[in-house]
């Protein structure tokens, strides 16, 4: 004959650490789906902007011309991944004659830096981690031997 015990009795449990188990599991799950979204539209976004401020900058008829097309061209694409314009910063560089960046046949490259901000953290949080990833892109194009000038 056995001894009913309300304390030793295992009927009914299951159910409570399944719905435990489950939600210990599952939140650090979708807190890496998140990052990695997070990540993913953040490289998408840099590669992008690099991409196609390279290629508007080597069809601009002046080099002031060329450095508002480029900046606005970061922006779009920036924009399109919900990322904010100034959480980048783009540097261009000239190859073989940095003083003429458009030149006939001269090489334009453009390097965008974004920071992309780890999601649901607050940015008041003040800890020695980094709560935010830098990611870097370039991009090369030439500038057409019809096209530019010289």
């Given at each position: 004959m056995r001894r009913w015990s309300r304390w030793t009795d295992d009927r009914g449990s299951a159910a409570l650490e399944f719905?435990?188990?489950?939600?210990?599991?599952?939140?650090?799950?979708?807190?890496?789906?998140?990052?990695?979204a997070s990540l993913q539209a953040g490289a998408f976004a840099a590669e992008g902007a690099a991409r196609q401020a390279a290629r508007v900058f080597v069809q601009a008829d002046s080099l002031d011309e060329a450095e508002a097309a480029a900046e606005r061209a970061v922006a779009f694409a920036l924009a399109d991944f919900g990322l904010p314009a100034n959480a980048a910063s783009v540097e261009v560089s000239c190859h073989p004659e940095p003083g003429d960046c458009l030149s006939r046949r001269s090489f334009v490259t453009v390097s965008v830096r974004v920071s992309v901000a780890l999601p649901l953290t607050p940015p008041a949080l003040t800890v020695d981690a980094?709560?935010?990833v830098a990611l870097d892109r370039s991009a090369t194009q030439q500038v057409s031997r019809f096209w530019g000038t010289g």
């Open positions: 719905v435990t188990t489950g939600v210990l599991l599952l939140v650090p799950l979708v807190y890496l789906v998140l990052t990695m980094p709560l935010s």
